[in-house]
């Protein structure tokens, strides 16, 4: 009797511990606000270029165009959160804009090009060459973005562009919210679910050039995030 509990018991601390396996290795789902993305500290050795800066202290108001439902807006609301909350040491936020507020960042639902899941297809900058205003394109392509964390992703990585990054020098060796995306909804993880520290530190430093002169006046940036 006392071998059949001690089987039982076993049975059960192993399915308790495969469940806590799967639970520790679930899909981030971006519409939970309760559910932290995977975070990723990798060394720079191969960074995401930066081509222009944002300064210190900024706060930028974003506003939704285009036929986008609520499901959509809350994913891509979740990107605009997360670069908040790695930002936080300099200062620079995005809030939705509220009532009669003019926006600085217009994000946009919109065909775009094959294979394409978002662009960047403007940047306004101060006379000190810092991001002004901009505007976030995705596609309307479902064949390229359908999901939640798609959405997501593509947001997290065109707002990486707004802030001044460009692609990393080698993609294959680079863990980059600036890679490419690897399929639909990027289904080959290319992306990971936060911007990296690597990709954290480029923006601060680009943040930090104010204080030393602007080395990005009269750079015209120009992006599109593919799938490959």
Not at 70 to 83: G, H, P, S, T
Not at 185 to 197: F, I, M, Q, R, Y
Request: aromatic share 8%; net charge negative; charged share 15%.
């Amino acid at each position: 009797m006392k071998q059949s509990y001690a089987f039982i018991a076993a049975a059960m601390l192993c399915v308790l511990i495969t469940y806590g396996v799967v639970m520790s290795e679930a899909t981030f789902n971006p519409a939970d606000p309760d559910m932290m993305p995977r975070q990723t500290n990798v060394a720079c050795v191969y960074p995401p270029l930066r081509d222009y800066g944002v300064a210190p202290d900024s706060e930028f108001v974003y506003q939704y165009y285009g036929k986008w439902d609520n499901l959509q807006q809350i994913c891509v609301d979740r990107a605009f959160q997360m670069w908040n909350s790695h930002l936080k040491s300099i200062d620079v936020k995005f809030t939705r804009a509220q009532g009669t507020t003019a926006p600085s960042v217009s994000v946009l639902l919109t065909p775009l090009p094959e294979n394409i899941g978002g662009a960047i297809p403007k940047i306004l900058r101060s006379p000190d060459g810092y991001l002004s205003r901009g505007a976030v394109y995705i596609t309307t392509n479902e064949h390229v973005v359908s999901s939640c964390l798609g959405y997501y992703k593509v947001a997290m990585h065109e707002i990486g562009h707004l802030l001044g990054l460009g692609h990393p020098i080698d993609t294959e060796k680079t863990a980059s919210i600036m890679n490419n995306m690897d399929g639909l909804n990027d289904v080959g993880n290319s992306l990971p679910d936060a911007a990296t520290s690597c990709d954290i530190q480029q923006v601060i430093s680009g943040s930090n050039t104010i204080r030393l002169g602007n080395p990005y006046r009269g750079v015209t940036p120009r992006f599109a995030l593919s799938i490959q």
